[in-house]
């Protein structure tokens, strides 16, 4: 933990002033329209001028744009660190972890799917615990049980040795991606408690929503495979929306999942339009993207209500992962050739 006093006002005054630079919707719109040659001459009129600039001369198209990106992500979150303090600190590390999980996803997907290491390595955040060397050995790897062995000794291994097996008995990633995610948040909850005030309490509320809109999320994917896989199987501990049996019983009633999130006080009056959202989606790739707009929105009013806890600190964060996953979406779409109504399809705009 680092040392001194905790500095959540000041830490916050640096991350509105970063937050007023992330792009806009508008400016979103502006690069849909534009190939990945044009995006990267745009970006580097912005605030990725520094990584478009270092990775020129090695990188073109999509491929400078993605690099430029983590390179640039991981870059804001080690300043958040930089600025912290104390308990400050401690908290903000907690929740980078979460670019742990993403990296291990990233790695057993590309090995699952047969792809390059180098493209793999593209799509890695550096910007969790695990050392950099441990990253670049597990993206070598052959099998996905060989990364399994290499996480011996960190919070994830034991739950990715049971998660394995039914890896190996369904074929399907979802039992170790779920893994990943449940280790994450119930390993971070149980070492925070759940604190009644103070700035503990408030991170605990942020991280209790995004336990029940990652539940929400997992419930509707399973239910979209066919597979024959009870929800609960999957149902991560900690949030406030869901209980085990009410998540099974829910996923398989698109309106009343809606309504049971309208329905709760917590979220239902804070999250009118992004409920609208919800109900209004037609299809997993909206829903999803709608509960990242819920969640966004929820971050948002958390910060506000709460001005001197780090709520603004995690809002920020998602923000900034928001605008990196919409922007990388909007250069491969274009690398693809996908149409513009296509390629909004895939953003998260508020």
């Known amino acids: 933990m680092s040392a ?15 937050r007023a630079s992330l792009f806009s919707d508008e400016d979103y719109r502006k690069l849909i329209r534009m190939g990945p040659s044009e995006i990267a001459r745009f970006m580097e009129e912005t605030e990725y001028e520094r990584e478009i600039n270092a990775l020129g001369t090695r990188f073109s198209g999509v491929d400078l744009i993605e690099y ?18 104390g308990q400050t600190y401690d908290l ?7 670019f742990d999980v993403w990296n291990v996803k990233t790695i057993i997907r590309g090995i699952y799917t047969d792809t390059p290491a180098e493209e793999i390595q593209t799509d890695l955040i550096r910007a969790g615990e695990l050392e950099d060397a441990l ?43 779920n893994a990943l995610d449940r280790e ?19 991170y605990v509320e942020f991280l209790e929503a995004e336990i029940d809109f990652r539940n929400a999320r997992n419930a509707l994917r399973l239910a979209r495979t066919g597979a024959d896989i009870d929800p609960a199987e999957f149902y991560i501990e ?8 009410e998540l099974s019983r829910l996923v398989n009633d698109y309106d009343e999942l809606v309504s ?6 917590r979220y239902g009056d804070r999250l009118s339009t992004a409920l609208n959202r919800l109900r209004e989606a037609e299809s997993l790739i909206e829903f999803e993207h709608a509960l990242d707009a819920a969640l966004l929105e929820y971050a948002d009013r958390l910060s506000s209500i709460y001005p001197v806890s780090i709520s603004a600190v995690l809002s920020y964060i998602l923000a900034k992962e928001r605008e990196v996953e919409n922007i990388r979406a909007i ?8 149409s513009e109504n296509e390629i909004e399809d895939e953003l998260v705009i508020l």
């Open 135 to 177: 990253l670049d050995r597990m993206v070598e790897a052959d099998e996905i049980e060989d990364v399994v062995e290499m996480l011996d000794g960190t919070i994830f291994y034991d739950g990715l040795v049971d998660a394995y097996e039914e890896y190996e008995e369904s074929g399907m990633l979802i039992p170790l991606e």
């Open 4 to 18: 001194g006093a905790s500095n959540p006002e000041y830490v916050n005054a640096r991350v509105r002033a970063r």
């Open 92 to 98: 903000i590390a907690r929740y980078l972890r979460k």
């Open 238 to 245: 900690g949030g406030v929306l869901f209980t085990q049996s």
């Open 184 to 202: 994450f948040y119930e390993n971070l909850l149980e070492d925070l408690g759940r604190p009644q005030e103070g700035p503990r309490a408030m």
């Open 260 to 265: 049971h999130i309208a329905d709760n006080r």
């Open 331 to 338: 250069a491969r779409g274009r690398e693809v050739g996908l």
């Open 68 to 85: 430029a990106l983590n390179r640039n992500l991981a870059k804001h979150f080690d300043d958040l660190l930089d600025w912290s303090k």
